[in-house]
């Protein structure tokens, strides 16, 4: 089984400013619940509630709204690579905070319900059903309670883009660039499923949305499987994040983001927070990636409580801008001593004075007697060079340790915007990583941004790429 890792840059970024003062809400949310699911009546909610919404996901930027650009990047759906066939596609930068996640749970799902041999290949059909399933699935993590039920955020009945409250230029501009739609389909059921038409603006989308919610299980996901074309189609990842979002609960993504005020979608530069990324993943918006919650100052910092089925990496470890632990399961003996031995090893040199080595050896609970430690170090630093290498320590008290990762494994890189591609088609780049017990400078392969990526787990970690060039994770 192919173990594939989706690699997602990402950074929180701050910003606040007076935006919706003393305006009409934007969001134009109708509400509709029974206990036998969806209803056909709707109901207006507190208008207060659309303001909050917004506020949530864009912040309150200055200037008015949110530029035109920035809503338009986020105004795409899900919409599968004509060229990798279990592949979404990203027209433009800022989605992926919500994309990559998406790819993920949906790689994971085909990987573990599919022969190994054909988990790239799939029919529309197949692609339907793997991208409804993985959206409910993300959906059923993110519900606070199952008594609250599940949101979905949709078009109001006639307010889509391909019905006639938008002008035929509106109309035509956003089938340039889209599959022809089935026949069988009805005019307000035609969703595109290219970038929507800048005509369809900020204020426009937000004008036209309706909310409905059910109550169980088997109605959520039939309800994710009936809006297939809305969730593929023109702000479809947009109508998921909200849906995501109200499913969750407002004010408990409040309660979990260490900044209130940080936005979950940058309005200046457009960039998911790890708040958003964190949701989508493990279903609580929690602002850091290290384990448990921390104490600093008298303040609680959030972290991740619980093991994700799907894995996070960010090369803002390697940059030194945050530390995260394994979430992905218990420690070996060797797994922890490398980790102790590393924390006394702050730059990450590979190794440490030797006046550190009695210090280490109590952190492991080994035999810490000075006559030992003294024999250690002659054997570990023969030499007298005064220093202790990190690959020698581990082979002298775990030689024969297993830590249940394969030497070697299959690695794919997937990036969605076409652009960042090889021949601007979004595939798969396949490679093999080499996982070895300490750094050997005979297989040193490359210091690209991913390979610096998959060593904040792996730090001996080498890969091997099918292709000449390496790939991009901008």
Known sequence: MPQVHTA??????????????NRQPLLS?????TEEGVT???????????????????????GGGVSTSIFRRWSQGFVFSEHEQTALKQFEGGPCAVIAP???FLLKNILFNRENSTWRQMSEEEQKMALCSTLSEILESACAS??????FVTWAKGQSPYTSTLSKTQTQSQTQDMPRPESSQSPQEQQPTALAAEDLGFEQFHSVLHKRTVLSVSDLREEVLSLYQSWRGCCGVLLFLYSVILTKGIENIRNEIQDPTEPLIDPIHGHGSQSLVNLLITGHAVSNVWDGDRECSGMKLHGIHKQASVGFLTLMESLRYCKEMSLVGPESPSEQARRVFQSFDPEDNGFIP???????????????????VSLVKSKLDPESLGIILLGPFLLEFFPD???????????????GLKQSNHKERVEYVEGTALVLGFEDPMVRTDDTPVKRCLQTKWPYIELLWATNLSPSMN
């Open 354 to 372: 030797e006046s550190l080595l009695e210090d280490v050896m109590k952190a492991l609970d080994l035999v810490s007697e000075p006559e030992y």
């Open 29 to 33: 949310l109708h509400d509709s619940r």
């Open 40 to 62: 056909k009546d709707l109901k207006p909610i507190m208008s207060e509630l659309n303001k909050e919404m917004v506020d949530l996901v864009w912040g309150k930027p200055s």
């Open 401 to 415: 340790q297993d830590s249940g990762i394969p030497d070697s494994f299959p690695v794919y890189h997937y990036n």
């Open 146 to 151: 199952p008594s609250t039920g599940f949101c």
């Open 102 to 104: 998406v790819q993920a």
């Open 8 to 21: 997602l840059g990402s950074g929180v970024l701050r910003f606040g400013r007076d935006f919706i003062k």
